[in-house]
């Protein structure tokens, strides 16, 4: 896996307009945010957010859930949870991403 491809699907993934046709669940969002900041960053390094930040302890707990994974891992998965999304796509959209995806 290179970082090149990691690096393409962090740009499809941050580009996805948020009423396109290409729309990750929630679920999909959190695996994105946890394994891009693993793959970054690494182990969390900050104190889990309050008691009234739904949206910060979703994300904090998802990167958590990923801890110890290798930053090689991290980009692996996420790259491979993006293209699995794009090829369950029908559309032209879709089919278009997921080569240039592969193409990186």
Known sequence: ???AKFNEAVKIVQGLPKEGPVKPS???QLYFYSHYKQAT???VNTTRPGMLDFVGKAK???WKGVEGTSKEDAMEKYVARLL???KKG???EYKTLAAQLEAA
């Open 1 to 3: 896996m290179s970082e």
């Open 26 to 28: 929630q679920e999909d």
């Open 41 to 43: 960053i690494g182990d």
């Open 60 to 62: 904090w707990d998802a």
């Open 84 to 86: 699995e999304i794009l």
């Open 90 to 92: 029908e559309t032209e």
